[in-house]
C-alpha cells in the first residue's frame, strides 16, 4: 500500500521548536521529490520546504527565513521537516507529499510540478 504518513504536531509555544517527520510506505523516498505544506483554517495551502531525493537540493520560501530545514533519513525512507522559533501564524495543518524530482531530470528547481502522493496532515498549533 502506497502511503505518506505524517507525524510529530503539537502544541508548541512561541518561540519552541517542532519536528515533524514524514513515513512513507510502499515506495522509495529517494526517488522522489518531497513537498511540506500547510494550510491554516481559512487559508490558501502554501509551500514551506522541497527537498529533492537524488541530490539533496532544497527549497524555502523567502518568507520563511531560515526557520525551517527538511531532511531525508533513506534508510528509515522518512523525511523531516525541523522547525525553529515557531510564532504563531505558523499554526496549521502540515501535509508531506512526494512527486516526480525535477533534479533528476537535470531542472533548475527543485519543488515537482505536481504530485502523485499526498500525507492525511498533522496539526501544529503555536500558542501559550
Known amino acids: 500500500q502506497v502511503q505518506l504518513v505524517e507525524s510529530g504536531g503539537g502544541l508548541v509555544q512561541p518561540g519552541g521548536s517542532l519536528t515533524l517527520s514524514c513515513a512513507a510506505s510502499?515506495?522509495?523516498?529517494?526517488?522522489?521529490?518531497i513537498g511540506w505544506f500547510r494550510q491554516a483554517p481559512g487559508k490558501e495551502r502554501e509551500g514551506v520546504a522541497c527537498?529533492?531525493?537524488?541530490?539533496?537540493?532544497?527549497w524555502y520560501p523567502y518568507s520563511l527565513g531560515s526557520r525551517f530545514t527538511v531532511s531525508g533519513d533513506n534508510a528509515r525512507n522518512t523525511m523531516s521537516l525541523k522547525m525553529n522559533n515557531l510564532k504563531p501564524e505558523d499554526t496549521a495543518i502540515y501535509y508531506c507529499?512526494?512527486?516526480?524530482?525535477?533534479?533528476?531530470?537535470?531542472?533548475?528547481?527543485?519543488?515537482?510540478?505536481?504530485?502523485?502522493?499526498w500525507g492525511q496532515g498533522t496539526q501544529v498549533t503555536v500558542s501559550s
Open positions: 527537498f529533492s531525493g537524488s541530490d539533496g537540493s532544497t
Open positions: 510502499g515506495f522509495t523516498l529517494a526517488n522522489y521529490a
Open positions: 507529499a512526494a512527486g516526480p524530482d525535477p533534479r533528476r531530470r537535470g531542472a533548475g528547481v527543485v519543488c515537482p510540478g505536481q504530485y502523485n502522493y
